[in-house]
């Protein structure tokens, strides 16, 4: 794979026929699941430094690779959800799942049906004026998957039903295998 720009690469990400994004639209409520590599972070990290060295760029990548990451997008009309909430209750709870309470509604299973830890999540308030509410979340990483990881979100109060999205394997190692920083 030659992707050799940011742009270029994040297109590759967002591509759906990549297999790194998966969408899904359940009740109103638009569900954009994407999988973050390595070097995605690594370009956020070290983009603009002047005098990068190779140590520098080994190891940002060794402080990302050891987990999964994944960018959880929710909408209604390009909005974030939290502006849908029909009383001020439902929006308190969003927002207290949201930013507290995600550990109990999210699991990431391997192809060997392992659940793998979820390390840390984070949900930034945006006070709507993003087109989406986005939570990132950091899992541990299973070196050895056989054919697919498979992220559930369970219903939190969105009216979405548990909802499983599926990345396979070959996918997810394609994008681990693109470097920017050569």
Do not use: C, W
Not at 79 to 84: G, W
């Amino acid at each position: 794979m030659n992707i050799s720009d940011y742009e270029e690469y994040i297109k590759y990400l967002a591509k759906q026929d990549n297999g790194l994004t998966i969408s899904k639209q359940i009740n109103k409520v638009d569900m954009k699941l994407s999988y973050r590599p390595t070097e995605f972070f690594v370009y956020q990290e070290l983009k603009g430094r002047d005098n990068l060295t190779r140590k520098m760029i080994n190891d940002t990548r060794n402080d990302y690779k050891s987990h999964y990451y994944f960018l959880l997008q929710l909408s209604i009309d390009n909005k974030e959800v939290l502006r849908y909430a029909p009383s001020q209750q439902t929006y308190s709870y969003l927002i207290n799942t949201l930013s507290f309470n995600m550990e109990d509604k999210i699991f990431l299973i391997s192809s060997k049906n392992d659940t793998l830890s979820l390390l840390d999540y984070h949900a930034p308030r945006t006070y709507g004026t993003a087109g989406s509410t986005s939570v990132i979340f950091i899992f541990e990483r299973e070196l050895d998957f056989a054919e697919a990881l498979k992220l559930e979100l369970q219903e939190f109060g969105l009216h979405t039903g548990n909802t499983r999205f599926t990345f396979n394997k070959n996918d997810i190692v394609k994008a681990e295998r693109i470097q920017l920083f050569k």
